[in-house]
């Protein structure tokens, strides 16, 4: 490992070194998405910030058990409504049917952005018996009450007793005590406004309700967070993060429920993405401003000019940090999308570069000189614009070895080595990106391969091999592939 990681704490407001509880190994706990619609773009941001934070741990060695929940039961609109019962009723589907349907679509999603699967991927409704558990226990601490059925954090109580409510969001207890109980009007159950439910009675008409102590209910959003993370990670454990958005009250209301049961606080180092705007306005589906990843991909938008393509939109994205806010407009993205061009036709040259230095050669250095310098942009909380600033001087030598302007007799075989493998450790390993063109048929890979097939089918044909040229035929049959024999030799396409 090169340097020490230091990560921008959330709970302390600010950078800190990474040091795990267990050497070696990391337990980071990312919360998921709520699975009633279609995931959208902002969405897709996050959970791509914890790829790389993801993807980056791994790489710098570390064992990590990344655990990402699925929220299928809970998390109430404005209105009271659980959301997935709202999709459930608005397209007539069982509400597992609904959870099932937008769990997919996130995977399919999640995989066209080329992100790792995480670890474990629990979800509330299968962990119903330990979010009880925890109920009890924060009961028998006294930090909680009973009103007909439902269950009620005490707030009031935590934060006079710990002084921990607040500690994440730096909402203070004065600014609680001034909250007046006239502020409840209809949640007359609560004690005070800030009270939240952790575990809600359901009413007859209600579908997804389990027995309890208290009710046959269904356990508050916040809960399960707590008391999936404590299962999968333990008491305490290292990272946990999630959209600024939801540092309160979610994160707040993890924290008290954790200290509330178990007397201690769950993670050390909390980390919070900033949003995805889009012309300067949060992304979000209730405002209408948003844009789907589909209409992204294919231009079918008034927001875009044309479409770009998934790994475009992911190096955009990267080219902010995580703890800034992302402005989504048609002249970022057309930048991005040259950004990302560029660096991979970059990656393809690379691979065709002469090494004819002795020794070590002057361009040596410079290429060992990016790769620490890359290291330690991203030690300093994830930089993600930084490095690719460094891999683009990478690229710079990259096109002056290839044209010309730059001398391969100044590039020794290790230095060439180096810099292939620092462009393929950032670009496909740590930032988790491909190369489009590879699945294109203008691709010089699959031009490469395709030559090389249809040689040995002339070959075959030739000798009489009827076997290998039938078999070549049918399986490039089976991929979609056309060949087309013409009298300047034979052509491919993709149906
Ligand atoms: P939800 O499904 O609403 O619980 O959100 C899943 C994750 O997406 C959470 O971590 C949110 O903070 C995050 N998120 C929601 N909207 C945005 C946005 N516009 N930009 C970035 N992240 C977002
Ligand atoms: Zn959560």
């Known amino acids: 490992m090169i340097d020490t990681l230091k990560l921008y704490n959330s709970l302390k407001r600010e950078k800190e070194e990474f040091k795990p ?20 773009l902002g969405n897709c941001r996050t959970f791509m910030s914890f790829d790389m934070i993801y993807r980056y ?7 990590v058990r990344y655990v990402r929940n699925i929220t ?3 998390h109430l609109l404005d209105d009271g409504e659980d959301r997935i019962l709202k999709g459930a009723r608005l397209e007539q589907l069982e509400p597992m049917e609904v959870v099932q349907k937008y769990t997919n679509g996130f995977h399919d999603m999640m995989d066209v952005f080329n992100t790792l699967r995480p670890s474990i991927e629990p979800r509330a409704t299968q962990h119903i018996i330990e979010q009880i558990e925890m109920v009890e226990s924060i009961l028998k601490n006294g930090f909680a009450y009973e009103k007909n059925g439902s269950v009620y954090f005490d707030t009031m109580k935590f934060a006079k007793e710990t002084n921990k409510y607040g500690e994440l969001s730096g909402r203070i207890i004065e600014d609680l005590m001034s909250e007046s109980r006239d502020d409840l009007k209809n949640q007359s159950e609560k004690n005070h406004p800030s009270d939240f439910a952790i575990w809600m009675k359901a009413a007859p008409e209600h579908i997804m309700k389990w027995s ?3 009710s046959v209910g269904f356990p508050g959003w916040h809960l399960e967070c707590s008391a999936m993370s404590t299962k999968y990670l333990g008491e305490t454990f290292d990272i946990h993060g999630g959209g600024n958005d939801l540092k309160f009250p979610h994160h707040e209301n993890e924290i008290a429920q954790n200290v509330g049961s178990c007397g201690c606080s769950p993670a050390n180092y909390w980390l919070h993405t900033n949003m995805l705007l889009m012309n300067g306005k949060k992304m979000s589906k209730s405002d209408g401003n948003t844009i789907s990843p589909e ?22 994205m990267l080219m902010a940090h995580y703890r800034s806010t992302v402005d989504l407009t048609d002249d970022a993205l057309l ?9 991979m036709e970059a990656g393809r040259s690379m691979n065709h570069l002469k090494a004819e230095a002795q020794g070590p050669g002057k361009l040596d250095a410079q290429i060992e000189g990016l790769r620490k310098q890359a290291f330690e942009d991203m030690n300093d909380d994830f930089n993600t614009p930084k490095a690719l600033s460094r891999l683009f001087e990478m690229v710079s030598i990259i096109n002056g070895l290839k044209g010309g302007q730059l001398s391969s007799q100044d590039l020794s075989l290790a230095g060439l080595e180096a810099l292939k493998k620092t462009y393929n450790d950032f670009v496909f390993e740590i930032f988790g990106l491909k190369d489009d063109m590879v699945n294109n048929d203008q691709s010089e890979y699959m031009n490469g391969l395709m030559n090389l097939i ?3 089918r002339q070959t075959a044909r030739e000798t009489k091999d009827w076997g290998t040229s039938d078999k070549i035929r049918d399986v490039l049959k089976a991929l979609d592939i056309q060949l087309k024999d013409g009298k300047d030799g034979t052509d491919w396409t993709i149906n």
Do not use: R
Request: a neutral charge; proline letters at 6%; charged letters at 20%.
């Open 212 to 214: 309890s102590p208290w």
């Open 335 to 343: 930048a991005g999308e040259k950004g990302y061009k560029k660096l």
């Open 72 to 74: 299928d039961v809970g």
């Open 57 to 63: 741990l791994l790489h710098q060695g570390y064992k």
């Open 21 to 40: 509880i267990h050497e070696g190994f990391v337990g980071m706990y990312v919360c998921g998405p709520t699975v009633y619609n279609d995931v959208h």
């Open 295 to 316: 209409q992204l991909f294919s231009g079918d938008s008034p927001h875009v000019s044309k479409g770009y393509s998934p790994m475009a939109i992911k190096f955009f």
């Open 454 to 456: 249809i040689d040995i």
